[in-house]
Nanobody
């Protein structure tokens, strides 16, 4: 079993930055792909960024160039640095973990509880 706990959400003005963190339990963290998804108000959960167990990173077009996903296998953490935030980035952000990379939420085995990010104009 893997438990994921997110932190770092909050309220920020458009153009600002936030850094989300996800702390994972479990010994197999380094073998898992880790990802960030988000669910905007009234919409379905969507892919934001993924970091494979190797060195590959994947980003949704809407965040490419603004968000950066990184992981620290020694600390069992994955972070999402979000810069140049826009009002449309407002959503609940979820950390996800699993044995393989997938761009749909159904591909992932483990989820955090979510953290709210609100970007004001």
């Amino acid at each position: 079993q893997v438990q994921l706990v997110e932190s770092g959400g909050g309220l920020v003005q458009a153009g600002g930055s936030l850094r989300l963190s996800c702390a994972a339990s479990g010994r197999a963290f380094s073998t898992y792909a880790m990802g960030w998804f988000r669910q905007p108000p009234g919409k379905e959960r969507e892919f934001v960024a993924i970091r494979s167990s190797g060195y590959n990173a994947y980003y949704a077009d809407s965040v490419k160039g603004r968000f950066t996903i990184s992981r620290d296998n020694a600390k069992n953490t994955v972070t999402l640095q979000m810069n140049s935030l826009k009002t449309e980035d407002t959503a609940v952000y979820y950390c996800a973990g699993g044995p393989r990379v997938g761009f749909s939420p159904g591909s992932w085995d483990y989820w955090g509880q979510g953290t709210q990010v609100t970007v004001s104009s």
